[in-house]
T-cell receptor
Framework: QKEVEQDPGPLSVPEGAIVSLNCTYS??????FMWYRQYSRKGPELLMY????GNKEDGRFTAQVDKSSKYISLFIRDSQPSDSATYLC???????????FGPGTRLSALP | KAGVTQTPRYLIKTRGQQVTLSCSPI?????VSWYQQTPGQGLQFLFE???????NKGNFPGRFSGRQFSNSRSEMNVSTLELGDSALYLC????????????FGSGTRLTVV
């Protein structure tokens, strides 16, 4: 079992839909969480950075962390064709340690 | 503010050769992390440098090495290249204080033939 799992996708949604992207993990010591978006042939772009449990909102994006269930989510409201990309979650235990990445979920937001 | 710059963008090398990749982090950032990305394994951590010292190392063979200079620029070197080293190599920059996430460069795509 991998340390961080994601739904592999691809996930296809119509424009304007609400998208839910999810990660589960096995290491209960993880407390720093990130979400990245990666377009084809580009480096990952940081969307959200959160610490511990709770919600964080930034524009159309909401990150949710449930440490008791070892589960994090990224919600995208009013999805646009430009949201079509691979979404990666990443997490680490403490400052000074490396982030562990999930395998990514490919999203297609269709016009 | 300039982003993370990786050079070269593309490389083709022959098995057995060695290669050096370069990364210039965001100005003021002291931490540089290197990741290997392949379709099968995803993003795998290679190593992190902070203020010219290796702070963390992933589970890669000794053929993979790196260093960081006093201006925070970093290089990674792969010796005795194997076909399986073909990948996108990504460099990530941060302040190193743990208060924010990484900013990635566009990567160097290495093809070993």
């Amino acid at each position: 079992q991998k340390e961080v799992e994601q739904d592999p996708g691809p996930l296809s949604v119509p424009e304007g839909a609400i998208v839910s992207l999810n990660c589960t993990y096995s290491n209960s010591a993880f407390q720093y969480f990130m979400w990245y978006r990666q377009y084809s042939r580009k480096g990952p772009e940081l969307l959200m950075y959160t610490y511990s449990s709770g919600n964080k909102e930034d524009g159309r994006f909401t990150a949710q962390v449930d440490k008791s269930s070892k589960y994090i989510s990224l919600f995208i409201r009013d999805s646009q064709p430009s949201d079509s990309a691979t979404y990666l979650c990443a997490m680490r235990e403490n400052y000074g340690q490396n982030f562990v990445f999930g395998p990514g979920t490919r999203l297609s937001a269709l016009p | 503010k300039a982003g993370v710059t990786q050079t070269p963008r593309y490389l083709i090398k022959t098995r057995g050769q060695q290669v050096t990749l370069s990364c210039s982090p965001i100005s003021g950032h002291r931490s540089v992390s290197w990741y290997q990305q392949t379709p099968g394994q995803g993003l795998q951590f290679l190593f992190e440098y902070f203020s010219e010292t290796q702070r963390n190392k992933g589970n890669f063979p000794g053929r993979f090495s790196g260093r960081q200079f006093s201006n925070s620029r970093s290089e990674m070197n792969v010796s005795t290249l194997e076909l399986g080293d073909s990948a996108l190599y990504l460099c990530a920059s941060s302040t190193g204080t743990g208060t924010e996430g990484y900013t990635f460069g566009s990567g160097t795509r290495l093809t070993v033939v």
